[in-house]
């Protein structure tokens, strides 16, 4: 019995902290109408106080033989032509870095990182974006400026379907002095579905991809992530009422033992 209530009470708890963990998923888009569009959407995730959508991730050792590397391959790039985000064949698929400044009151630059020793987000850290391609180089993002590289970077072409999938690298470097924190980055989707002419036809909205790099899950959600203008995750009270009543249980059943 003892044991049994205990494993209840740690049950209830893990399912109210769970509400702080959100994962990323990839960026679903797509035009309006394939046939004529005249805007690029991405699929509605979640927002910003400044409606600006936003996407989570975190970096992680991803090559195990390269320990101390940190870089993500999440969230990926994707049409759904089951839900209606679809190209056309053979349009060209780009990420453009923006400076964030330029489009939120939180915004600083290109890479915006979360200090969680001060609170505050400041145009620091490199990142480098790597496509799949050997003939693209590498895109390298340097607090408030472009250090070097293409932007945008190319993603892929839409397949006979009009589908596109694909994983870029974001990779943190100067990992060994790279301090913890959340660093984001604001991007937008550009299409050109007239190749000949060589110009972007359509850009989405902004949006932000930001990666935990340290923190806590809860930090992260509670502190991190409202300097970029999210409001702060807090449990939902359906959760926090099963926490209250594991912890009810278990001092009830320590009161009936003592």
Not at 77 to 98: P, R, S, Y
Not at 209 to 220: A, L, P, Q, R
Request: proline content about 5%; hydrophobic content about 40%.
């Amino acid at each position: 019995m003892k044991f049994s209530v205990l494993f209840s009470a740690l049950a209830m708890v893990t399912m109210a902290t769970n509400v702080f963990a959100q994962h990323a998923g990839d960026v679903e888009f797509g035009y309006d109408n394939a046939s004529s569009p005249t805007s690029f959407i991405i699929e509605a995730t979640e927002f910003t106080t400044e409606n600006i959508q936003f996407f989570e991730s975190e970096m992680e050792e991803l090559d195990p033989f390269n320990p101390g590397d940190f870089s993500s391959d999440e969230p990926g790039f994707t049409t759904n032509v089951g839900e209606g985000f679809m190209v056309n064949e053979g349009d060209q698929i780009w990420l453009n870095a923006l400076d964030a400044s330029a489009f939120s009151s939180f915004g600083v630059g290109y890479v915006n990182y979360y200090d969680p020793n001060t609170g505050i987000l400041e145009d620091s850290g490199r990142l480098g974006i790597y496509d799949n391609s050997l003939s693209t180089a590498d895109l390298i993002l340097n607090g408030g400026a472009i250090e070097s590289g293409p932007n945008p970077q190319f993603i892929g072409l839409g397949d006979v379907d009009g589908d596109v999938h694909d994983h870029l690298i974001v990779d943190l470097l100067d990992d060994g002095v790279a301090p913890d924190g959340a660093y984001g980055v604001m991007f937008q989707l550009q299409s050109d579905f007239s190749v000949a002419d060589g110009t972007m036809d359509l850009s989405s909205d902004p949006f932000w991809i930001i990666w935990n790099h340290g923190m806590s899950e809860s930090d992260f959600e509670s502190f991190a992530l409202p300097s970029f203008g999210v409001a702060s995750a807090v449990p939902e009270p359906t959760s926090m009422g099963f926490l209250a009543a594991g912890i009810a249980a278990l001092a009830l059943r320590r009161r009936r033992r003592g």
